[in-house]
């Protein structure tokens, strides 16, 4: 069982940036895809962005594309989520999950661990 912890949240005014990470318990980590959603509420989970086990490949959702940098440092059993220019509709809580399969890509059900989620609040 991998179990997930998300840290970096908090809150941060419109056009500042936040550093989400997401700690691993598992060895094996490196061999896991990883993805970042977020969820406001009464909203459904969506996807913010994913990475292959390599971190060669990064896959964002257009809402962060040029805003946001998705990394991970397989030896920390870590992943990041940089997030720059920060707009009141990035506040949300952030869950960062991993995926047997190697790939989870945006779809939420290919993941197979989830985090408890960090909340991120931007203020005006």
């Known amino acids: 069982q991998v179990q997930l912890v998300e840290s970096g949240g908090g809150l941060v005014q419109a056009g500042g940036s936040l550093r989400l990470s997401c700690a691993a318990s598992?060895?094996?980590?490196?061999?896991?895809?990883v993805g970042w959603f977020r969820q406001q509420p009464g909203k459904e989970r969506e996807f913010v962005a994913t990475?292959?086990?390599?971190?060669?490949?990064?896959y964002y959702a257009d809402s962060v594309k040029g805003r946001s940098t998705i990394s991970r440092d397989n030896a920390k059993n870590t992943v990041y989520l940089q997030m720059n220019s920060l707009k009141s509709e990035d506040a949300a809580i952030y869950y960062c999950?991993?995926?047997?399969?190697?790939?989870?890509?945006?779809?939420?059900?290919?993941?197979?661990?989830w985090g408890q989620g960090t909340q991120v609040t931007v203020s005006a």
């Open positions: 999950a991993a995926s047997n399969s190697g790939y989870g890509g945006p779809r939420a059900i290919r993941y197979d661990y």
């Open positions: 598992e060895r094996t980590f490196s061999t896991f895809g």
């Open positions: 990475i292959y086990p390599s971190g060669g490949t990064k």
